[in-house]
């Protein structure tokens, strides 16, 4: 373990995310508060939203690279910092300049994070992750899921985009600790231990879950604003990385009243900086609206100038 490897590359993973989830909410977004399944499949003809999948693959091999050197309980934690990044990128694309509350947003972000670094302390090294164990994780993470999406399915925009967003950043969270799994296979066994079930078992339910966060992503993106997708696709990932990584892979997380109450703090503090964050990161797209309609009517030539307000 080498936490001079895993934290840098945690902070660049943490980068390249930010980078991509501002240009793909900017490709998603329609407005319509709907979820359109051509709408997502075009996006695979969109060079702006390829080229944040370039991002994010690069993002996914410093995150691999990271947790094969360091704890989940450290890597994970670390990739909140992509909301920070995304907010100069949205600008660069278009969005609002950040104001003083988006600046105390982001020192409120890195003192929850060096809160709850000093609280954690030293997790340890985590054991490997039996196959049983991570197929009933990927189960029971499927059913709870889609559980919560069926019982907004008739709510507003926002709350759907929320909670799509929540249940696709538990899902990345899963990856996580299923890429640890994984990665540290690698390291005892090399390529024959993928062959064995517990590697391989891992390894598919991370493709998996991985493919399906992903999706998911991209269709809070289309239902909602940033401001309700993102806070919460970016609060449920550490928290369920962190809950997962001491429950599976028995990386040490302690859990006395105190630590329980410092947490939730933690917890309250970060989602208060995203939720502000993404919000600095909106900005208005225009909705389709009806076709203007055809017929006679007044006219404007181009040169015509007109100071009514």
Do not use: K
Request: net charge neutral; aromatic share 4%; with cysteine.
């Amino acid at each position: 373990m080498s936490l001079a490897v895993a934290l840098p590359c945690a902070v660049l993973s943490a980068v390249a995310y930010g980078t991509s989830t501002a240009v793909q909410h900017r490709a998603a977004h329609r407005g319509t508060g709907r979820a359109d399944a051509r709408g997502v499949l075009r996006l695979l003809r969109d060079p702006r939203w390829l080229a944040s999948v370039g991002g994010d693959t690069l993002g996914l091999v410093l995150q691999v690279v990271a947790l094969a050197t360091g704890p989940v309980l450290v890597v994970q934690p670390l990739l909140v910092l992509a909301v920070p990044v995304a907010l100069p990128v949205g600008r660069l694309l278009g969005g609002p300049a950040p104001g003083w509350r988006d600046y105390v947003a982001c020192g409120g972000i890195l003192a929850a994070l060096a809160a709850f670094f000093a609280l954690v302390g030293d997790p340890g090294h985590a054991r490997p992750l039996p196959a049983a164990e991570a197929a009933w994780a990927v189960a029971i993470a499927a059913v709870v899921g889609a559980v919560l999406m069926l019982a907004v399915r008739r709510a507003s925009a926002t709350a759907r985009a929320a909670v799509y967003g929540a249940v696709a950043g538990a899902g990345f969270g899963l990856v996580g600790v299923l890429l640890d799994a994984v990665a540290g296979r690698w390291q005892r066994a090399g390529l024959p231990g993928l062959a064995e079930a517990d590697g391989w078992v891992p390894l598919l339910a991370l493709l998996l879950t991985g493919a399906a966060a992903l999706v998911l992503t991209q269709v809070s993106f289309q239902v909602g604003a940033l401001g309700a997708s993102f806070p919460a696709n970016e609060v449920a990932a550490p928290v369920v990385a962190v809950v997962l990584a001491a429950a599976l892979l028995h990386e040490r997380l302690p859990v006395t009243p105190g630590h329980l109450a410092a947490y939730l703090l933690c917890v309250a503090v970060l989602a208060a900086g995203t939720v502000q964050l993404a919000r600095g990161m909106s900005s208005p797209i225009p909705e389709a609206g009806p076709e203007p309609a055809t017929g006679p009517g007044p006219t404007t030539h181009p040169d015509d100038r007109s100071t009514s307000p």
